[in-house]
């Protein structure tokens, strides 16, 4: 029910692209679109979408690592950057 009443950024990763200091340029960016979509359209609600299989998460955490703890690895750092926003 959305419509057109939405702005979309897309981040390689999501979560993982912003909470992950090895990427800091991907967490300026993200922030400074935030910044932006707040002041050009006074947004106040932020959904931040992880996809299962993400291949930056199997790059950052090893693919075995990542198919164990998937989950988990999601929820870290999805609650990360919940506290950064």
């Not at 359209?41 to 931040?48: D, G, N």
């Amino acid at each position: 029910g959305l419509g057109e009443r939405y702005d979309q950024f897309i981040l390689p990763g999501a979560s993982l692209g912003v909470t992950q200091h090895h990427y800091l340029e991907w967490r300026k960016t993200f922030f400074t679109v935030l910044q932006l979509a707040e002041k050009l359209h006074q947004i106040k609600t932020v959904i931040i979408i992880d996809h299962d299989d993400c291949g930056m998460y199997q790059k950052v955490y090893g693919e075995k690592t990542y198919h164990d703890h998937a989950k988990e690895l999601h929820h870290k750092n999805l609650a990360q950057l919940k506290e950064m926003i």
